[in-house]
């Protein structure tokens, strides 16, 4: 899944899904740049329009020999590549003190044991059953860049019922003792969630920046009249500085996959209705069809 960004005619900052495929081999660094190239060709598209790409640090993009952005710089040697700054901060956070990190494996192995374990996780929900608010505790992974603080912060929300469930167990008194510093760092790792998803989403810095001195900088006067300056700072500008894109699309496309499809009427669902009826205008009378036959 490829994201571009790029100024439209009206000069204006633009970011918007390139492509999506599926890798039929496997996904090292030469399919994954065979499928962009592909794709550039047949849309007789120069790479060289690819000024910066941002990845997320994977061995199969930015690795030295036959890495995606090996295999990238060959065609565009000029590329500016950027490692993205949320997994930059989850490279850190592998990185915590002793204390702190012995405290964060006891957490994760807890929660992962309980998760993935049918009877514990069916315990642990009827032990949750007088919580109005989460009924469970949120499996941790190491690839989602909220993982750590999500985690943290259900198992803090769940605290009490975590107490009664681990009490007289090793693990139970470890984890006991170790209150305040689960405390801490769900506090820690909840405010650097909240700061990437306000860089992400923008909010207010996003406009105030799309109507500011930005404004000034996507002129086309300044590429004409300071062709120099307008070189170095493209690069800046049109560069992505994380993967977010990339990671909400995926976990988007994850949720249209799942078995969730099963229980949608799409002929109630807002803009997945309208987007379905703009491709084919006789949808709605297909859904109402094969509803009415039991179909799915």
């Not at 592909?38 to 120069?46: G, P, V």
């Not at 993982?147 to 009490?167: A, D, H, I, Q, T």
Request: proline fraction near 2%; charged fraction near 25%.
């Amino acid at each position: 899944m490829i994201y571009v960004r790029f100024l439209n005619d009206a000069g204006e900052l633009a970011e918007e899904v390139l492509f999506a495929r599926s890798l039929m081999t496997d996904n090292k660094g030469e399919p994954i740049f065979k499928e962009v190239s592909d794709y550039f060709q047949k849309r007789k598209i120069s790479m060289s329009n690819i000024i910066a790409c941002a990845t997320d640090g994977a061995a199969a993009m930015v690795g030295r020999y036959r890495g995606f952005i090996a295999y990238l710089k060959e065609t565009v040697p000029n590329l500016l590549c950027i490692h993205c700054v949320v997994h930059r901060q989850h490279l850190v956070a592998k990185n915590l003190s002793g204390r702190l990190k012995n405290v964060l494996d006891s957490v994760v192995m807890v929660v992962n044991r309980v998760k993935s374990n049918p009877l514990q996780e069916r315990l642990f929900r009827q032990l949750c059953a007088d919580n109005e608010e989460f009924k469970s505790l949120l499996l941790h992974t190491e690839v989602r860049w909220l993982s750590k603080g999500n985690c943290l912060n259900r198992f803090v929300e769940l605290w009490p019922n975590v107490e009664l469930f681990l009490n007289g167990t090793e693990v139970g008194k470890e984890v006991i003792a170790a209150k305040s510093d689960i405390f801490y760092q769900a506090d820690i790792f909840e405010k650097l969630n909240i700061l990437n998803k306000q860089l992400q989403s923008g909010h207010t810095a996003k406009a105030r920046f799309k109507h500011g001195f930005w404004n000034s900088w996507t002129s086309k006067e300044i590429a004409v009249n300071s062709p120099l300056l307008w070189e170095k700072v493209e690069l800046y500008i049109f560069a992505f500085p994380t993967t977010y894109l990339e990671e909400s699309g995926f976990s988007k496309v994850s949720q249209l996959l799942s078995k969730a499809r099963n229980h949608l009427e799409i002929i109630k669902r807002g803009d997945l209705r309208l987007c379905l009826t703009s491709m084919d205008p006789n949808i709605e009378e297909l859904a109402k069809r094969h509803q009415t036959q039991g179909s799915h």
